[in-house]
Nanobody, 115 residues
Framework: QVQLVESGGGLVQPGGSLRLSCAASGNIFSINVMGWYRQAPGKQRELVATITSGGSTDYADSVKGRFTISRDNAKNTVNLQMNSLKPEDTAVYYC?????????WGQGTQVTVSS
């Protein structure tokens, strides 16, 4: 089992920035993938960004150039720096941890972009 604790959501004006963090604990293997997904009201959950334990990253087209994902393997944490936020970025953001055939989700943190 792996437990995930997210932090950093909140309310921000358009054009502003937020930083999300997720800490993983439990039975963690050295090879894994951590990432962020989001779900807006009435929409399906979608990928925002992922990063492997080797440092390879993947981003949704809608956030490229604005969001940056990073991780600290020693601390088993993943961060999402979100800049130039838009109202359409409003959603519940979920941390996901995958190792082998198993995936685990955080509880979600609300990000609201509004003036």
């Amino acid at each position: 089992q792996v437990q995930l604790v997210e932090s950093g959501g909140g309310l921000v004006q358009p054009g502003g920035s937020l930083r999300l963090s997720c800490a993983a604990s439990g039975n963690i293997f050295s090879i894994n993938v951590m990432g962020w997904y989001r779900q807006a009201p009435g929409k399906q959950r979608e990928l925002v960004a992922t990063i492997t334990s080797g440092g390879s990253t993947d981003y949704a087209d809608s956030v490229k150039g604005r969001f940056t994902i990073s991780r600290d393997n020693a601390k088993n944490t993943v961060n999402l720096q979100m800049n130039s936020l838009k109202p359409e970025d409003t959603a519940v953001y979920y941390c996901k941890f995958t190792q082998g055939p198993f995936s685990f989700w955080g509880q979600g943190t609300q990000v609201t972009v509004s003036s």
